[in-house]
């Protein structure tokens, strides 16, 4: 079959007719039919089929389209008909049709993303929006906007192993995007129900899973290179990118450019996009579009800048938005003196004379040694006694040990007896939480269950303390204190987030280890967060803080940071470094946005880097403080520099994005009307379906047939009804309180919104739209009365259409042919034709008079004939406007192709060597370029290059 296809097009396929719903690659080299059965042996079938091993797939003469009496009440029948297939044919523009209309409260800034993503031609894109700013909505703007343009059938969404319900849930209340999650336990669940060697990725359309699931499994390396999807999005994409500090690629960098060549469109989300490195940023790019950057370690922002690649906003470039979605964060910093134990315990330290390979050296690498044993005493003595007898084993494994190593081990026990000295009472920062917590001030009380606490420490050892000691002095339940970390597995994270997001559950305080800090949404039923000890991280203050402090938190958002004050004048001053960091948080937060901009490090790791080697030079906390100000204030040659500056750099003057939204014209009041009529007029012989409507509240309930059923296996399980009733509301404000309501349900099996919303994308409202468009039956079209119409005029609902070569529709034209008596035909555009003739649903009364269709079935010829020569001008203009698209890629492509090639001749010039090993790099890299640019050069050619003959559908024939 040399014909492409597009989604849309009626087709005969072993001589019977099919609807096309989907075209997909196949491995063959050919396509993947998905199809909807139209005539009388298959209707109410889905099939599908590989067009290389098919002998025929013929796509119909739309001429010979017979045209059918409707016989329904007020042409509802050809009122759904029409409207159905203005729904699956959006037209390939750069408007937000119906994205803007998910459950939530939008905000402008949100568009952002997917109007600059849908003005390229490949619609890839790094969210880099600061913590709190909502990117998983943003995503799911732009992933409806391609769905509804039928790029977004097959979906895969890496992220955290404790993000993945959080994403799941969103995608799925919100936009109806169902995605199967593939933890540990859907993995076993999907394996029961597919034969070995099977590749699950192909089981189901739409997944999520985490990114060390993947990378920790080989076998899944093989699956993700024989599947294709039509979006990836990687969530938190910080992750999988280079670092600097690193020759070489890690597993999960591997893994994201394998992944980068699976899918059109990708979309990466991090808050923190780079480390600072050029060739950390210029890793992401490179996922993004390959020829954008020649040389990762030598590039400026102009190589990417016009290609949309990056969009970034902080919380002060949007806040003329969300006065009302965000409420100003109070701080407060309470101080605990240290106890006598504890200052015994700081002398102590201090007075380790800690080894290297056996000796005792004074200097900066004794000092780090102090400093990192340092760090988990400023979290609490049980994190340092952790440390400490750790520490002690490893000098106990050695052979022999020298004197100075007996020394260190003795000077650590002394530690080590001191720590142990210090009990709950004597930890004084401990005491200092108990106070606050109990302060009719603060005005927490455990019993309240939408005040929740969520209190941060970078050390397990101090969680647990705080998880034993807080439930007996607060007199808390053991179901009551929630303990979260990096060691738990991926479901026992998910229901402890899940748990906490639910307001019947008993659990009221959440102790958080910092692999919390990326992603969460903990803000739910809290506004209140504690940092026991304090992060060595100015990115760390951030992402802890945007767990509570973020979109869609109702209360004012209370951050509380404890600190040890202490006559101990070293320990003393490294504390200040630390309050140092939480004041200069508060003024990124205030002004600047972004708290990396204090350091320009890019990463929370180096960051806790550089202030250990502060205290471990001794640096003054205001000598620390002047060098952060300078740092963010006065510009710079690095390369985090320049990044930055792109970033915030202003942005030029737009058209509002709210501007940018153009809704589909519709037949109907709303999608109720349609569904409730689809409903009704598709059981007007026999139900379809039991079925219950509610007018008021725009709300229907339905028990799903066995093919909606079979439809439903996509979704989420949990989302599944035992009894098979699903109910769908028009309303997005009920489906919002069902949203809230299931977050507070007593069990997981409620915590999933009971009412879904009724829209154009949810599963239940397609399944009613296909098979509105096989009512008519084999190769028919409806023909309506208007009595609007002039006496003796007839016209006919057409659709052109105009893909590419993969077969996405890249052109969609509708006319109405329009003949008056003997004179000749003249097109008119279907909305002006709709408004005259009042094609509306409801608004044409059926008079039900008999149909003579010869005379329409004669000059149906001739509209097809008339149309077709138009949309043949239409796709010569067209392609004449995407071969010069097309010339002027090419061209680039070429330049930017010689461009990397030279880079590679000055590296390896540089570098020198043998020249047989030159030679041989030389060989490799050009090989490794060549295909990168040969393979986009395919993607290009297949996305601008038109089909020659463009698709025409006959809708409906309408006469007096």
């Not at 893909?803 to 002006?832: H, Y």
Request: hydrophobic letters at 40%; proline letters at 5%; charged letters at 25%.
């Amino acid at each position: 079959m040399d014909t492409t296809v597009a989604p849309g097009a009626r087709v005969l396929i072993r001589d019977e007719e099919w609807l096309v719903r989907r075209v997909d690659p196949s491995s063959d080299g050919g396509d993947l039919l998905i199809c909807d059965g139209v005539s009388e042996l298959v209707r109410g079938r889905s099939a599908q089929f590989l067009t290389r091993l098919e002998e025929r797939v013929d796509v119909l003469d739309p001429a010979k389209t017979e045209l059918v009496a409707d016989d329904s009440n007020a042409f509802n029948a050809s009122m759904l008909y029409i409207e159905s297939v203005l729904r699956r044919n959006l037209p390939n523009d750069q408007a937000i049709r119906l994205g803007h209309r998910a459950v939530m409260n939008l905000v402008p800034y949100q568009l952002d993303p997917a109007l600059q993503a849908l003005a390229q031609p490949r619609q890839r894109i790094l969210i880099a929006d600061a913590t709190g700013l909502g990117k998983t909505l943003e995503a799911g703007i732009l992933a409806t906007e391609l769905i509804q343009r039928g790029r977004g059938a097959r979906i895969l969404v890496i992220t955290l192993k404790s993000m993945l319900t959080q994403f799941q849930k969103e995608f799925w209340s919100r936009f109806s995007i169902p995605l199967v999650r593939l933890d540990s336990t859907g993995l076993a669940a999907v394996r029961n129900r597919i034969p070995a060697n099977h590749n699950p990725f192909n089981f189901y359309d739409r997944t999520i899973i985490s990114i060390d699931t993947l990378k920790n499994n080989l076998e899944y390396r093989n699956y993700l290179e024989n599947a294709w999807w039509d979006i990836i999005i990687i969530d938190e994409c910080h992750n999988v990118a280079a670092r600097a500090q690193e020759s070489g690629l890690s597993r999960r960098a591997r893994l994201a450019r394998l992944l980068s060549t699976r899918s059109d469109t990708l979309m990466l989300l991090s808050a923190t996009p780079h480390d600072g490195s050029a060739r950390s940023f210029a890793s992401l790019m490179s996922l993004l579009d390959p020829t954008a950057i020649s040389d990762p370690d030598d590039y400026t922002p102009e190589d990417y800048r016009d290609k949309g690649l990056v969009i970034r906003r902080f919380k002060k470039d949007i806040r003329d938005q969300v006065e009302r979605d965000f409420k100003d964060r109070i701080t407060s910093v309470h101080r605990a003196q240290a106890t006598p134990a504890e200052e015994q315990g700081f002398e102590a330290l201090l007075e380790i004379p800690f080894t290297q390979a056996g000796k005792r050296q004074s200097g900066r690498q004794h000092e780090l040694q102090r400093v990192g044993a340092q760090k988990g005493l400023f979290s609490s003595p049980a994190a340092a006694l952790q440390s400490a007898r750790s520490r002690m084993a490893t000098l106990a494994r050695r052979a022999e040990q020298t004197a100075d190593e007996r020394a260190e081990h003795e000077a650590l026990e002394n530690f080590v007896a001191r720590l142990q000295s210090i009990d709950a009472a004597g930890f004084s920062k401990y005491q200092r939480l108990l106070v606050l917590l109990r302060d009719t001030d603060y005005a927490w009380s455990p019993s309240h269950a939408d005040d929740r606490l969520v209190i941060f420490s970078e050390r397990i050892e101090t969680l647990h303390f705080l998880q034993q000691h807080l439930r007996a002095d607060l007199r808390l339940k053991e179901n009551e204190v929630g303990v979260l970390h990096g060691g738990l597995g991926d479901t026992e994270q998910q229901a402890l987030v899940e748990r906490f997001g639910r307001s019947e559950d008993p659990i009221r305080v959440l102790l958080c280890s910092d692999v919390a800090s990326e992603g969460l949404n903990l803000h739910y039923f809290s506004h209140r967060l504690i940092h026991f000890d304090l992060p060595w991280s100015l990115m760390v203050f951030q992402q802890r803080n945007g767990r509570i402090d973020r979109y869609g938190q109702t209360k004012q958002p209370l951050i509380t940071y404890l600190l040890t004050e202490t006559a101990v004048e070293r320990i003393r001053g490294d504390l200040r470094i630390l309050e140092v960091l939480q004041q200069k948080d508060e003024r990124a937060n205030r002004d600047l946005g972004d708290p990396s901009a204090f350091m320009n490090l890019h990463d929370p790791d180096l960051e806790a880097r550089k202030v250990s080697e502060l205290m471990a030079e001794g640096t003054a906390a205001e000598v620390v403080a002047e060098q952060l100000e300078h740092e963010a204030t006065q510009p710079s040659e690095g390369e985090g520099d320049w990044l930055l500056q792109f970033f915030n750099g202003a942005a030029e003057a737009a058209p509002s994005p709210l501007d940018q939204i153009k809704p589909m014209p519709s037949l109907f009041a709303d999608d109720y009307a349609f569904a409730k009529t689809a409903l009704e007029e598709l059981g007007r012989a026999r139900p379809i379906a039991q079925l219950s409507f509610d007018d008021g509240q725009r709300t229907l309930s339905l028990t799903a047939p066995a093919d909606l059923k079979q439809r439903l296996r996509q979704i989420p399980r949990e989302a599944i009804a035992d009894n098979d009733r699903y109910v769908l509301s028009a309303n997005a404000e009920r489906v919002a309180d069902a949203i809230e309501r299931a977050r507070q349900a007593k069990s997981e099996e409620q915590s999933w919104p009971a009412v879904h919303y009724l829209w154009p994308q949810h599963p239940i409202v397609e399944w009613l739209r296909d098979r509105v468009l096989t009512h008519f039956g084999r190769h028919s079209a409806p023909v309506i009365r208007s009595p609007q119409l002039a006496e003796g005029e007839r016209a006919f609902v057409l659709m052109g259409l105009i893909p590419n070569r993969k077969g996405q529709p890249l052109l969609v034209d509708w006319q109405v042919a329009v003949l008056k008596g003997d004179a000749s035909i003249m097109l008119e555009p279907f909305t002006t034709f709709s408004e005259r003739a009042q094609l509306r649903a409801g608004t044409l009364p059926n008079p039900g008079k008999p149909l003579d269709a010869a005379v329409l079935q004669h000059d149906l010829r001739r509209a097809v004939a008339h149309m077709q020569q138009h949309m043949r001008e239409r796709q010569q203009h067209f392609a004449a406007d995407m071969a010069e698209r097309l010339r002027s890629t090419l061209a680039n492509l070429k330049r930017l192709q010689d461009k990397q090639i030279e880079q590679l001749e000055l590296r390896l010039e540089h570098q020198g060597g043998l020249q047989s090993l030159v030679q041989g790099k030389r060989a490799q890299r050009e090989s490794q370029i060549r295909k990168v640019f040969d393979d986009y050069e395919v993607w290009v050619r297949d996305t601008l290059q038109t089909e020659p003959h463009p698709h025409l559908q006959v809708l409906a024939a309408v006469c007096r």
